[in-house]
């Protein structure tokens, strides 16, 4: 069993695409433990795309993801984290497969509705980032 997180983007939210998100989740073996509806500010964006800083998209990332509520989540499942980027498709929905969750709602690079964890370490990182123990139900 793996964790990782998840995060249903403001455009995700602003698109309405929260549930279908979730229903693909729960449709291939991923169960929601924990979940919340979160406002970044800039500094909390920012310090949560850390790892982007020296990215020329830091700025304008991180206003995106300040720019409205989001839904972050902590997924369990076997191999949780690659089953997750697989349901989410590559990061530009231009190349993500046909049936993922970017390649059928994204329409920008940077706006593309879903994050999910890279990697064990960024998981837990990002797991830590949003929720603490008490808040998952694992
Ligand atoms: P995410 O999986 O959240 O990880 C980093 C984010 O940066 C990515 O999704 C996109 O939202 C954004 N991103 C990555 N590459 C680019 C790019 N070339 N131009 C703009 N935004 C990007």
């Known amino acids: 069993m793996e964790r990782t997180l998840s995060i249903v983007k403001p455009d995700g939210v602003e698109k309405g695409v929260i549930g ?4 693909r989740f729960e449709s ?5 433990i924990a979940m919340k509806m979160v406002r970044m500010s800039k500094e909390q964006a920012k310090g949560f795309y850390y790892v982007h800083r020296e990215r020329p998209f830091y700025d ?4 995106f ?3 409205g509520p989001a ?3 902590v997924l369990e499942g076997e191999n949780a984290i690659a089953n997750n980027r697989e349901l989410m498709g590559a990061t530009d929905y231009r190349e993500a497969a046909e049936g993922t969750i970017r390649r059928d709602f994204a329409t ?4 593309n509705i879903v994050h999910g964890s890279d990697g064990p ?7 830590s980032y949003f929720f603490n123990e008490l808040e998952i139900c694992g």
Request: proline content about 0%; charged content about 30%; overall charge negative.
């Open 108 to 111: 920008d690079i940077e706006r």
């Open 20 to 23: 279908e998100v979730i229903k």
């Open 65 to 67: 993801m300040s720019s």
């Open 121 to 127: 370490e960024t998981a837990s990182f990002e797991i």
């Open 71 to 73: 839904v972050a989540m």
């Open 60 to 63: 304008s990332l991180t206003d």
């Open 28 to 32: 291939n073996g991923l169960k929601v």
